[in-house]
């Protein structure tokens, strides 16, 4: 048995996803090395050799590896995967993009998304917007696996795993980087945030979002919104959470002006407390949440942050 | 140019899903069926596409049983010019279904193929990719904007941090998100009129295709339920709780 972890990576440097993916691993057993692609990664590769349970660091550091195409990755991860029994990557934008290409180039199925491992071959994973939990066993000689980073801790820093480089380069006519604009922020990234607010519908206007500043600053909280506030133009697309959206899992997720539908419930379910604020107490958020307020976010909001 | 959409016949995303009793799968009889959202995303991408003249053709291609003829009549009716029906009544995991599509791009020759992310009951989303690696053409995954120029297209991608605008060479295979555009729904002539529209009807068997999988489906559970909650009377008593009953403050 030997896994292959690919790296997330953010603005080129590690993400904090690889660490849950590397987790995940460590539960199926085996020899786990890392595989970090991009162009400018060897500070990321440092910091991959430092999570505990990682044998070895490959990294593939290239331009034609810049902002992580499909086509090229794809290419890389067919070279490197007769070495392995299992790869693995955190069920990411990226992960989603490039893993199904390896799956199809080996011949192989895919598992998505897996929050549970059962052993080597089988895992758990949410279906149908998470109202229903599969087992599945694959039998492949090769397992691509997805991870879903909410369902596995991650894994602690201390190691001081070898880092080497891999020199495969392969062409790409087919793709080309246009460009990128990135949402920026100095609060936590959405998926890894112990405290997550959301704005729905109910929120009114994009400028109300405003009022989650103040609360999810005392709380260090990142803030997401539902499809109605994405779909609506109140926020950006990067904020949503749901089924189409982010999964988080955080300590506490509080709900601000959202319904509860099923498929932004598919995003924030598991969180451990749930709290709702809304002004119509038939909404199904209700039924999931810890807590719930009825009432007006208008006037509830300053006076929940002032109390803080 | 010609233009390959893929449908799929999905449970309708409003429904509250139940488990089989002995854990086998999840229920579907008499479940209202409809096609999957993403991919009515896609055929409205293609239609436009029609409509703008960048493409001359609408196919739409359904991988399914015989009721997936439903969601055919249904793209057909929204606009695409023929459909082709890749009738089993197995359960097809999204390589099969990608290989299957394989096929038909290779006799179809289209210059652009659309899906949506991800089907609402397997959650996968996968077979746009594995379409692109066997087909051994780009892909522009997750697209909430795309612009066919000459021989490339230009496609916005949703990720993690924000977006990414990516340029393919044509053909290309491409996956629609949620915000590439508003579907329309369809009119009653035009549904008349889809009626009358060409659907072939094909088998795997017919592509020389085996969909039998190596992933086993053991058991499908309910996910474990929430305990309801209470209800508080002001932000004080909230506040409260969460500190010293939930402790997360």
Known sequence: MSILVLADLHEGQLAGATAHVVAAAKEMGGDIDVLVVGEG???????AAKLDGVSKVRVADNAVYAHQLAEPMGALLVELAGDYTHVLASASTTGKNVL???????????LSDIIAVESADTFKRPIYAGNAIATVKSDDALKVITVRTTGFDAVGEGNNAPVEAVDTVVENSQSRFVKEELATSDRPELGGAKVVISGGRGM????????????????DAAIGASRAAVDAGFVPNDMQVGQTGKIVAPD??????????????AGMKDS??????????????FQVADYGLVGDLFEILPELESKL | MKVLVAVKRVIDYNVKIRVKADHSDVDLTNVKMAMNPFCEIAVEEAVRLKEKG????????????????????????????????????????????????????????PSLVILGKQAIDTDNNQTGQMLAALTGLPQGTFASEVAVDGDSVNVTREIDGGLQTIALTLPAIVTTDLRLN??????????????????????????????????????????PERKGGVKVASVDELVDKLKNEAKVL
């Open chain 1, 41 to 47: 990664v060897q500070a990321a590769a440092e910091a």
């Open chain 1, 100 to 110: 199904p290409r390896l799956a199809a180039l080996k011949d192989v199925s895919q």
């Open chain 1, 204 to 219: 009114g206007n994009g400028e109300n979002f405003k009022l989650l500043d103040g609360i999810a600053d005392k709380l």
């Open chain 1, 252 to 265: 506490l997720y509080i709900a601000v002006g959202i319904s509860g539908a099923i498929q932004h419930l």
């Open chain 1, 272 to 285: 451990k407390v749930i709290v709702a604020i809304n002004k119509d107490d038939e909404a199904p958020i």
């Open chain 2, 54 to 109: 960048v493409a001359t053709e609408v196919i739409a291609v359904s991988v399914g049983p015989k009721a997936a003829q439903e969601q055919l009549r249904t793209a057909l009716a929204l606009g695409a010019d023929r459909a082709i029906h890749i009738e089993t009544n197995e359960r097809v995991e999204s390589l099969a279904v990608a290989k299957l599509l394989a096929k038909v791009v290779d006799e179809e020759q």
């Open chain 2, 182 to 223: 508003e579907p329309r729904y369809a009119k009653l002539p035009d549904i008349m009129k889809a009626k009358k529209k060409p659907l072939d009807v094909k088998t795997p068997a017919d592509y020389g295709i085996e969909v039998a999988s190596k992933v086993s489906l053991l058991k499908v559970e309910s996910p």
